[in-house]
């Protein structure tokens, strides 16, 4: 175990150096975007030949070896430069840098993270529950309703189930409460009137930090998006093992359906879901691009998309290697999660 942990640790240093090679190579060859880098530090109003001179004077006096070098080093150390888009340090917390203290990347991972938590605790559990009674009576009813739900939610790409939600919940002319056609008797006239006036925020505020409303849409878009995906694979790994002969046999021999489905089926079925789940990590980080742009949720995905729109070279580089470590990181957590349930598997 330990020595195939040191292998994909070492597999993911090199990677990395690849990918920041490759990175710094495309990024410092060409010309287009050595003069949008310029324009970034001069302005856009600077004319071309000031534009090349800057390139010239600034990124092309040293060879691309000694460059790469350079820019490794100072990352290494924690040194990861300014951001020319947002004025600011990328990475780290500088005592002296005034109200902003901490780095772009801090706060922005941090905000993601608060997204992704609340994403994952509501997605997981649904996903699975879903998955599990959908599996535990293959071509029910009930399965080919939750299997079509579940096709449906995977089916439905994020900025269109953000737009519904935005025109359902955050649109005072098409807001879901005008269109209740009789007020419930549980709900009083004063609180149907508060229904009625209530929006969930379509763009997020975050200036005095992160609300339940400013988490709220985004969490719903990507937990709808993302709880089919779970939810079919635990129903394919759940039929197939309640398929298998140790779980027939069980049943029987008289154990009561329950207690094989809790203490033999259960273990088994969650081998690859579990799999499935560590893959959402590098998606909540990098495939959240297109819902906190859309509720301009300020968090990881934003900034890579605002870096990379504007060719922010130092913040493309940080989120570069931030995206890449993750998902290294989740895939040997996954591996090694999947040796521990399954115990038959031997790592050599």
């Not at 009625?196 to 505020?205: L, M």
């Not at 635990?234 to 329950?258: D, N, W």
Request: charged share 15%.
């Amino acid at each position: 175990m330990l020595a195939f942990a040191f292998r994909r640790i070492l597999l993911a240093f090199v990677t990395i150096l690849v990918l920041t090679a490759t990175i710094f190579t495309l990024i410092n060859t060409n010309q287009n975007t050595l003069r949008a880098i310029a324009i970034n530090e001069l302005g856009p109003q600077t004319p071309a030949e000031d534009l090349d001179s800057w390139v010239a004077d600034n990124v092309l006096t040293k060879p691309l070896v000694v460059r790469y070098g350079e820019w490794l080093s100072g990352f290494v150390v924690g040194d990861w430069g300014e951001s020319a888009v947002f004025r600011r340090h990328i990475f780290g917390y500088d005592p002296d840098a005034g109200r902003n203290k901490w780095g772009v990347i801090n706060e922005r991972l941090y905000a993601t993270g608060i997204l992704a938590f609340w994403v994952f605790l509501i997605m997981v559990p649904v996903a699975l529950l879903i998955g599990i009674l959908a599996g535990v009576r293959e071509g029910s009813l009930r399965d080919r309703s939750l299997s079509t739900l579940s096709i449906m939610t995977t089916a439905t790409p994020e900025y269109i189930s953000g737009i519904l939600f935005m025109v359902a919940l955050a649109s005072r002319k098409y807001h879901i409460f005008h269109y209740i056609p009789d007020i419930p008797t549980w709900i009083s006239t004063g609180q149907m009137a508060y229904l009625d006036d209530f929006y969930f925020k379509a763009v997020a505020n975050m200036r005095n930090g992160i609300s339940f409303e400013d988490l709220f849409l985004p969490v719903l878009t990507m937990v709808v998006y993302g709880v089919g995906y779970i939810a079919r694979m635990t129903r394919a790994s759940m039929a197939e093992v309640m398929s298998s002969q140790y779980v027939r046999t069980a049943i029987l021999k008289g154990l009561p359906r329950g207690t094989v489905i809790r203490r033999h089926a259960l273990r088994n079925a969650l081998i690859a879901p579990f799999t499935v789940i560590m893959l959402q990590f590098p998606w909540m980080l990098t495939g959240v691009v297109i819902v906190e742009v859309m509720f301009a949720y300020k968090g990881f995905g934003q900034a890579l998309f605002v870096a990379s729109t504007n060719m922010d070279f130092n913040m493309i580089m940080a989120c570069s290697i931030v995206s890449v470590l993750v998902v290294l990181l989740t895939q040997l957590i996954s591996d090694l999660g999947y040796v521990l349930l399954n115990p038959r598997l031997r790592l050599r």
